[in-house]
């Protein structure tokens, strides 16, 4: 019995090389865990910046594709006989293509900044591009829009292009 004993019994040493081949074995698998995880990391961080890249490349496709059929418009109009169009017919059309072409960028989200005559000048919103003597706004307090000379673009809270305006001369 004493050799049935010595037999399923191990000496320490042979014990703590099985546990450091089971700790190597656990080790490498851990190792091999990491690179794959790794990799698969690398491979997603290189998709999403391949993704990012095409998403800039296309940002403006949608915005393009609705102003195709504005320029589509703009290529009938010049290819009507002008011997057969007045011009009248001419201004309706430039008409339904402008109205096509402010359609196209709401579509955008962008909004004309077209301030009235009399509105308070916003200096955010508007830029005064002269200023003229008005007997209408001579006692004003403050500056007032007295002509639109160009409208202004916003978009999304962002002004693109202010709304260039004549303003009041305050105390002339």
Wanted: charged share 25%; net charge negative; hydrophobic share 40%.
């Amino acid at each position: 019995m004493s050799d049935e004993t010595n037999d399923n019994e191990q000496s320490p040493e042979q014990e703590l090389e099985l546990d450091l081949k089971k700790l190597q074995e656990e080790r490498d698998g851990l190792f091999e865990r990491l690179a794959r995880v790794t990799a698969d990391f690398k491979n997603a961080q290189k998709r999403l910046e391949d993704d990012k890249k095409q998403a800039i490349e296309f940002a403006n496709s949608h915005l393009i594709t609705g102003l195709l059929p504005v320029i589509d418009n703009f290529e009938r109009a010049l290819s009507v006989d002008q011997g057969k169009t007045d011009v009248a017919a001419i201004l309706k059309g430039m008409q339904v293509i402008h109205d096509q072409w402010i359609a196209a960028l709401k579509t955008q989200h962008v909004e004309q900044i077209a301030p009235a005559v009399g509105d308070k000048f916003n200096p955010a919103l508007h830029q005064a591009i002269m200023q003229q003597s008005s007997d209408k706004y001579k006692h004003a307090k403050e500056q007032v829009v007295t002509m639109l000379l160009q409208n202004g673009y916003i978009m999304r809270g962002r002004v693109l292009r202010p709304a260039h305006v004549a303003v009041n001369a305050i105390g002339g």
